[in-house]
């Protein structure tokens, strides 16, 4: 399993990027992936998810309006487009899938991408 994350950077305040997950090595198409961020000093949490085909959603309360994360299974790549950024979304953003092998939950992570909100 591979994910590899790109489209991170400095963007000021109010701005906008878009996030990018290139996966392979599993099934993408009946996967659900996620988008989790870490920022300095805190813990990893969740920003938002995306089921496999039924396109059903769910985001952290903290970018609910800002934040849409897309598949494109086609591509096997997954995206979350951020807008109206504010300087407490800085942190490195990582893509996330899972599966179930011999009845346990393995997690895979990309490497992550930086994103970093700053005037």
């Known amino acids: 399993v591979q994910l590899v994350e790109s489209g991170g950077g400095l963007v000021q305040p109010g701005g906008s990027l878009r996030l990018s997950c290139a996966a392979s090595?599993?099934?993408?198409?009946?996967?659900?992936m996620n988008w989790y961020r870490q920022a300095p000093g805190k813990e990893r949490e969740l920003v938002a998810g995306?089921?496999?085909?039924?396109?059903?959603?769910n985001y952290a309360d903290s970018v609910k309006g800002r934040f849409t994360i897309s598949r494109d299974n086609a591509k096997s790549t997954v995206y979350l487009q951020m807008n109206s950024l504010k300087p407490e979304d800085t942190a490195v953003y990582f893509c996330?899938?899972?599966?179930?092998?011999?009845?346990?939950?393995?997690?895979?992570w990309g490497k992550g991408t930086l994103v970093t909100v700053s005037s």
């Open positions: 996330h899938t899972w599966t179930v092998r011999y009845g346990l939950k393995v997690d895979y």
């Open positions: 995306r089921n496999s085909a039924g396109g059903s959603t």
């Open positions: 090595g599993f099934t993408f198409t009946t996967s659900a």
